[in-house]
């Protein structure tokens, strides 16, 4: 059974980088495969969710447009874990952050429980 947990600081500041850490227990991230990828998506207070962006396999990554220019993910494979940076946050970033197994189609099967940032000075 695969299991996700994201780990990082509730609170951040304006303009600072935002980073989460999603370790991934029961599978790992390098197993080969075209039926999923590792990725982050947040749900701001009272809206819907958004997907952030994921990491395959291999270590190909695809962003959200609207925000590539502030996101990177990271993996360390020895550690079985990939980690989101999000930087010149601003309160507009507050969210509940979810690391997930994006199996396509805006589906994921594996989600970890989230983890609530709010961003304020």
């Known amino acids: 059974q695969v299991q996700l947990q994201e780990s990082g600081p509730g609170l951040v500041k304006p303009s600072q980088t935002l980073s989460l850490t999603c370790i991934v227990s029961?599978?790992?991230?390098?197993?080969?495969?075209?039926?999923?990828?590792w990725g982050w998506i947040r749900q701001p207070p009272g809206k819907g969710l958004e997907w952030m962006g994921v990491?395959?396999?291999?270590?190909?990554?695809w962003y959200s447009p609207s925000l590539k220019s502030r996101t990177s993910i990271i993996r360390d494979t020895s550690k079985n874990h990939f980690s989101l940076q999000l930087s010149s946050v601003t309160p507009e970033d507050t969210a509940v952050y979810y690391c997930?197994?994006?199996?396509?189609?805006?589906?994921?099967?594996?989600w970890g429980e989230g983890t609530r940032v709010t961003v304020t000075s």
């Open positions: 029961g599978g790992s991230i390098t197993t080969s495969s075209i039926a999923y990828n």
């Open positions: 997930i197994r994006d199996v396509g189609g805006w589906s994921y099967d594996y």
């Open positions: 990491i395959r396999f291999d270590g190909i990554i």
